[in-house]
């Protein structure tokens, strides 16, 4: 994450003239040093967040347009990288990560840690609810990683073909195979932002080894018809992990 300030450049008098309002008892310099107090501890948040989120901070600054702007430019160039932790006991700790490089003069900015949570041990938990709360946001969902492809079916309807990359899905052990259970979702939305229409398929089946090899080489392809409402012009896609939980979303526009 990469915070901005929007208060820009600060000096604590920018407060005074409220608190004359207020009419504190306090003298001028009290006043600012106590509202600088309060600046430098929301500050000191924002670079928290982004240190442990692996992005920057960037406040005391009055060109707010150029902080936007070089945060934009510093997320532009990055790697994912992922692995298995070999301390497979999930007892809610916190672990921490280091990110190496040879290069010199190099700066890495990358997540400090994670908590070691098993999500699938999660109760009660309400994946469909999450689903449709990611599909109402703009920014996209990343814990699963897919492409799709809509392209117009028998009359009135479309067929948004999914291609899940499955390294960023879960597969159990099943009979010397694996098994995968994921749900999709393929959804249309009017300019004023209500659904119109939505439809779901459920994969959730054991597939033998290689079988199973293939789809980690090529993806998870599976296709979705829904019928296209007059006045749509959004669809916006999910697909669902079951098994943790976790979510991939993308959107884009009609007819495009």
Do not use: C
């Not at 600046?39 to 901070?57: C, F, L, N, P």
Request: proline fraction near 4%.
């Amino acid at each position: 994450m990469y915070p901005v300030d929007i208060r820009g450049l600060m000096s604590g008098m920018e407060f005074l003239p409220e608190d004359s309002a207020n009419r504190q008892a306090v003298d001028s310099s009290g006043r600012a040093i106590a509202r600088m107090s309060d600046v430098s501890a929301s500050q000191e948040t924002m670079r928290e967040i982004a240190a442990e989120t692996g992005g920057k901070a960037y406040v005391n600054q009055n060109e707010i347009r150029e902080g936007v702007a070089l945060a934009v430019a510093d997320n532009k160039a990055s790697y994912t990288i992922g692995y298995y932790p070999d301390n497979k006991k999930w007892d809610g700790k916190y672990r921490s990560i280091k990110v190496k490089v040879v290069q010199p003069d190099t700066v890495v900015r990358h997540r400090r840690g994670y908590y070691a949570i098993d999500p699938t041990q999660e109760k009660d938990r309400k994946d469909e609810q999450y689903v449709a709360a990611a599909l109402e946001l703009n920014a996209p969902a990343t814990q699963i990683s897919f492409m799709a492809q809509a392209k117009p079916a028998e009359a009135g309807k479309v067929q948004v073909v999914f291609l899940i990359d499955a390294h960023t899905l879960t597969a159990e052990d099943s009979g010397g195979g694996k098994k995968m259970n994921v749900s999709l979702f393929a959804t249309v939305y009017a300019p004023n932002g209500k659904m119109l229409a939505n439809r779901s398929v459920k994969v959730d089946r054991a597939f033998d080894a290689n079988t199973y090899q293939q789809i980690l080489d090529k993806g998870m392809m599976v296709p979705i018809d829904i019928v296209i409402p007059a006045g749509a012009n959004d669809m916006r896609l999910a697909v669902l992990d079951n098994k943790t939980g976790f979510i991939g979303t993308v959107t884009g526009p009609l007819g495009q």
